[in-house]
């Protein structure tokens, strides 16, 4: 079974810098995206930051130039830098990876969460 466990949350300042990581472990054969989402409470998920294994990036308008996904494949694992936080960054981000494990079958998996808090 893929999992994927996000780490890297924490209260900042506004203004200030996070990194989080996402890193995925498991019968992984390939990856074919990740995603960085965000959650309020009594708001839907939304998505933040999308990586492809073609190295193509997207990102939520709210976060373009502030906002960036790179990733380390030999570790499976991407980050979500993001600069000049601002009070509505708050929320818990969730990372999603898919792919392919090395018996065939897809997968698509969630962390479980990481809460970021920005102060005014």
């Known amino acids: 079974q893929v999992q994927v466990v996000e780490s890297g949350g924490g209260l900042v300042q506004a203004g200030g810098s996070l990194r989080l990581s996402c890193a995925a472990s498991g019968p992984i054969f390939s990856i074919n995206a990740v995603g960085w989402y965000r959650q309020v409470p009594g708001k839907q998920r939304e998505l933040v930051a999308a990586?492809?294994?073609?190295?193509?990036?997207n990102y939520a308008d709210s976060v373009k130039g502030r906002f960036t996904i790179p990733r380390d494949n030999a570790k499976n694992t991407v980050y979500l830098q993001m600069n000049s936080l601002k009070a509505e960054d708050t929320a818990v981000y969730y990372c999603?990876?898919?792919?392919?494990?090395?018996?065939?079958?897809?997968?698509?998996?969630w962390g479980q969460g990481t809460q970021v808090a920005v102060s005014p």
């Open positions: 999603n990876a898919n792919g392919r494990t090395n018996g065939g079958s897809r997968f698509d998996s």
């Open positions: 990586l492809t294994s073609g190295g193509s990036t």
